[in-house]
């Protein structure tokens, strides 16, 4: 349980999570920080990709698309169901076939939820963005519900955020956080 | 024309098939995820109480077994260590779908894809890999895509 700050200038997104371990967990540009009493203990590798998180998109109003149309994924089909609209996202083909298909769906332009398949066509992972509720004329999902099949069973994440707050100027510092010099 | 008619019946049959199967696929047990994560929902009644109460705390009250922290940090743990030592938590919520497939692709079986990225990290040559296997895929065609 803690305390997420973005803001998509900085493009620095900073966790503070205070149960079960009070810690802060900081991303930027191609690095993953992990601060413990305000020292770094960690330091990780990643894509600099803040542009794909979820603050970043809804900020952006783009959640709709997840993302995707920022990236050479390829739009292979979209058809209407009931009150969907799914949309069937595939890689390039000259793309190395790392994973399968994506499968994304909207209503009234918002992200329902997004199905991951294998390349066999199976579904791995499947994630469902619940409660929008218009923050500050953004409209923002209070609940996210992840579904991963390990061994065709299924396993369960759900992440509810509270307390959403835009333009937020009581806490501006913490928005582009320094990262303590020692490690 | 009675075998035209029966070719068009049966391919509307399975269009129609594979259009219900797709909108399936977004639909889930509400009430069984709920029932789930019920003990998440009363760990996070106790800490709402008591927001400076920590883990450790609770576990030495009894109030929580030894179980909780891998499971509340990393709730996807069956899958193996975290990939990079980040929670698989956070990487949906850092990296949204890419950070969803990583976490795939490093904790599924691909022996290939994690020894590589774990020997990149490990010989501190940190991403190439990566990069190659997988932005590559996404971006470096880009120019030709959306």
């Known amino acids: 349980m803690g305390k997420f700050?973005?803001?998509?200038?900085?493009?620095?997104?900073?966790?503070?999570?205070?149960?079960?371990?009070?810690?802060?967990?900081?991303?930027?540009?191609?690095?993953?920080?992990?601060?413990?009493?305000?020292?770094?203990?960690?330091?990780?590798?990643?894509?600099?990709?803040?542009?794909?998180?979820?603050?970043?998109?809804?900020?952006?109003?783009?959640?709709?698309?997840?993302?995707?149309?920022?990236?050479?994924?390829?739009?292979?089909?979209?058809?209407?169901?009931?009150?969907?609209?799914?949309?069937?996202?595939?890689?390039?083909?000259?793309?190395?076939?790392?994973?399968?298909?994506?499968?994304?769906?909207?209503?009234?332009?918002?992200?329902?939820?997004?199905?991951?398949?294998?390349?066999?066509?199976?579904?791995i992972k499947k994630q469902f963005f619940n409660d929008y509720r218009n923050i500050g004329g953004l409209e923002f999902p209070h609940e996210v519900v992840d579904i991963i099949y390990i061994n065709d069973k299924e396993n369960y994440q759900v992440t509810t955020y509270k307390n959403i707050q835009i333009d937020d100027l009581t806490e501006g510092n913490i928005y582009n956080y320094t990262i303590p010099g020692n490690k | 024309m009675k075998k035209l008619l029966l070719v068009i019946c049966v391919s509307v049959f399975a269009f129609g098939s594979a259009l219900a199967k797709d909108a399936e696929l977004f639909s889930y047990d509400k009430a069984k995820v709920n029932q789930a994560v019920s003990d998440m929902s009363r760990v996070e009644q106790m800490v709402n109480q008591n927001p400076n109460i920590s883990g450790d705390e609770l576990m030495a009250q009894g109030k929580l077994d030894a179980s909780f922290e891998a499971n509340a940090t990393s709730p996807f743990s069956v899958m193996g260590e975290p990939p990079l030592g980040i929670p698989s938590f956070l990487w949906g919520c850092i990296l949204g779908w890419v950070g969803l497939l990583i976490v795939y692709l490093v904790s599924e079986d691909k022996d290939e894809t994690k020894k590589a990225l774990w020997g990149c990290v490990t010989s501190t040559i940190v991403g190439i890999v990566f990069y190659f296997a997988f932005w590559g895929a996404l971006f470096a065609s880009a120019s030709s895509g959306i």
């Open chain 1, 5 to 123: 700050y973005y803001d998509r200038n900085y493009k620095k997104l900073v966790y503070v999570n205070n149960f079960p371990k009070k810690e802060v967990w900081v991303s930027k540009d191609t690095s993953v920080y992990h601060i413990v009493n305000n020292k770094v203990i960690d330091r990780q590798s990643a894509p600099p990709v803040a542009e794909f998180s979820m603050f970043h998109l809804v900020l952006n109003s783009q959640l709709s698309n997840y993302g995707f149309k920022n990236t050479a994924m390829i739009i292979e089909k979209v058809e209407k169901q009931d009150n969907m609209v799914i949309t069937t996202w595939a890689l390039p083909p000259k793309a190395p076939k790392l994973f399968g298909k994506i499968k994304t769906s909207t209503t009234n332009n918002k992200l329902n939820g997004i199905v991951f398949l294998n390349m066999e066509g199976k579904v």
